[in-house]
């Protein structure tokens, strides 16, 4: 399988909301694979959602502390507790910014056969399960900074040409 190139900040697709997955194919099962294969590339990546390799579609996958697999259509339940830890994103490589999430996450979709999947997940794990569900809804995780911290990520993030 091919590794794709990433999207980045600036790049429209991640600004759309993605559309749901309703044809559980070998279509579909060759985007899983295709962002698996991207995600293992390369080192310290943890989550990739189909959005950042150019597909509308609500997919992503995750590989971290030992634990990966993917979602189809996820919907995701957060705890209240909530803790601050520095983020970063494919799509802004090199910049990591401190930011509050949910520190426990509930995680239910489908899996590339539409078989029914629940993930809970603690700590980074839910993080990145955050961050990624977030690209399927169009949000960078610099829509969550207020706009002072907002403008100097985006100035670290899109150096001027």
């Not at 091919?2 to 697709?13: L, S, T, Y």
């Not at 959005?51 to 996820?74: C, T, W």
């Amino acid at each position: 399988m091919k590794v794709r190139p990433i999207r980045v900040f600036d790049d429209p697709v991640l600004r759309s909301v993605a559309e749901p997955v309703h044809d559980f194919d070998r279509e579909l099962r060759q985007l899983v694979k295709s962002l698996t294969t991207t995600l293992r590339a390369g080192t310290g990546r943890a989550g990739l959602a189909a959005p950042q390799i150019g597909v509308s579609l609500r997919v992503l996958v995750y590989s971290y502390d030992g634990r990966s697999g993917h979602l189809v259509n996820p919907r995701l339940e957060l705890s209240e507790r909530r803790i601050t830890a520095d983020e970063a994103c494919l799509s802004a490589p090199g910049v990591w910014w401190p930011l509050e999430r949910s520190y426990m996450v509930t995680a239910r979709g489908r899996d590339m056969f539409g078989k029914p999947v629940t993930v809970r997940a603690l700590g980074t794990l839910a993080r990145v399960l955050q961050h990624e569900a977030d690209h399927l809804d169009g949000v960078l995780f610099s829509d969550h900074l207020d706009a002072h911290e907002r403008e100097r990520f985006l100035a670290e993030a899109l150096p001027s040409p």
